[in-house]
């Protein structure tokens, strides 16, 4: 089997990045070639197969992002070439229509996947007016597909709501060699902490530095805390286009920008609370790979996170775009120590569940599935 993966902007700190990045390290673990095809790629070398760029512009409404030009000129004689079985389409911009126009003129089935719910993001450019005309092309382009997944049931509803056919709902994976407790470092908390006991609770968000990604939600919470207590340390991971006004609202708080592998596995399992305010993931890649790493979610009540977080049990999920709810939350785990004990071993539990070997199995199935069609 040969596999294309299409995706507007391959961009390393991307969670639709790392997932394509765990798919094909599945399939090579199964001698199955991969392709991806995208309209830039910040760093070709984070997937393990070719990349093909093809023309494309800057988006202009988040210009970190570029948008494929229309139609198969750039891709088309090389995808020949490699002669694919299966094309996979990864975000529902000009490329996914490409792709879909050259599988339907070579007869190979094509699966698409909702990764991001960027339909909330409208309100953010302030031309939420547009919501009925991107329902109505998300609707057209993938009622195309031969299926189309998505890592939550919520997400699966609402598509399904929307008049979206075929869907399938397969939560992603966690990296298990690379968020694990025993990444916990001591030299990493010191650098932390500084001149505050090393027993300190560290709080740590990691997520692309995008206003969309609720991140004042997370500065009010952090403020809220911080008014009250100086029992705790903020750490901040990721960069993005909000990172230094978000630095600048978060006095105190330790900005670590983007950091690779190896640095991120530290952070996670170093670090003793996941605060993650956004309400727009379709998972939460970022909230499964924490409990992995041995910490406790506090995450926004809304979309994926709600699917892994088990309120309460693994974590606590709290009230969308409340910063006072989010640091209330994140009280009750810094006053109650068998509290923050109880879920950290439950957390860590669940996350057994998520492994990318059996995801990748579910869509390996569909590819099969499609290709006797």
Not at 326 to 342: G, H, R
Request: aromatic fraction near 10%; proline fraction near 5%; charged fraction near 25%.
């Amino acid at each position: 089997m040969k596999i294309v993966n299409f995706i507007g902007t391959l961009k390393k700190e991307d969670g639709v990045a790392q997932v394509i990045v765990a798919l094909e390290k599945e399939a090579q673990k199964q001698n199955i070639e991969t392709l991806v095809i995208t309209g830039w790629a910040e760093d070709a070398k984070i997937v393990p197969s070719p990349v093909i760029e093809i023309p494309s512009v800057v988006f202009p409404l988040y210009k970190e992002y570029k948008l494929p030009f229309p139609g198969m000129r750039g891709f088309e004689e090389k995808l020949n070439a490699f002669k694919p079985d299966v094309i996979h389409v990864h975000s529902p911009d000009t490329s996914a229509w490409a792709a879909l126009h050259y599988a339907q003129k070579y007869k190979i089935p094509i699966v698409a996947t909702h990764h991001t719910d960027f339909i909330r993001d409208l309100a953010y450019y302030h031309i939420d007016f547009l919501r009925p005309v991107v329902w109505m092309l998300l609707k057209r382009l993938y009622n195309r597909m031969g299926a189309v997944t998505t890592p939550s049931t919520v997400t699966s509803g609402e598509l399904e709501a929307h008049g979206v056919e075929k869907v399938e709902t397969i939560p992603w994976g966690v990296d298990f060699n690379r968020f694990d407790p025993s990444f916990r470092s001591q030299e990493w908390r010191k650098k932390v902490l500084g001149d505050k006991p090393l027993d300190t609770r560290v709080l740590i968000c990691v997520s692309r530095m995008t206003w969309e990604k609720d991140l004042r939600v997370l500065a009010a919470a952090y403020d809220l805390l911080r008014a009250k207590r100086s029992d705790f340390a903020m750490v901040v991971a990721g960069d993005g286009p909000a990172r230094k006004e978000l630095q600048g609202m978060m006095t105190g708080a330790a900005f670590l920008g983007y950091i690779g592998e190896k640095e991120l596995s530290e952070a996670y399992a170093s670090a003793d609370i996941f605060l993650f305010p956004s309400d727009r993931e379709t998972f939460g890649n970022v909230t499964i790979e924490a409990m992995a790493s041995g910490i406790v979610p506090v995450v926004a009540n809304a979309g994926g996170s709600k699917t892994i977080v088990k309120d309460g049990e693994n974590g606590f999920l709290a009230t969308p775009k409340s910063a006072e709810d989010f640091a209330a939350k994140v009280t009750m785990l810094l006053d109650d120590n068998a509290l923050y004990e109880k879920m950290k071993a439950a957390a860590l539990i669940d996350a057994k569940n998520y492994s990318w070997s059996r995801v990748f199995e579910r869509v390996l199935a569909i590819y099969h599935r499609l290709m006797k069609v």
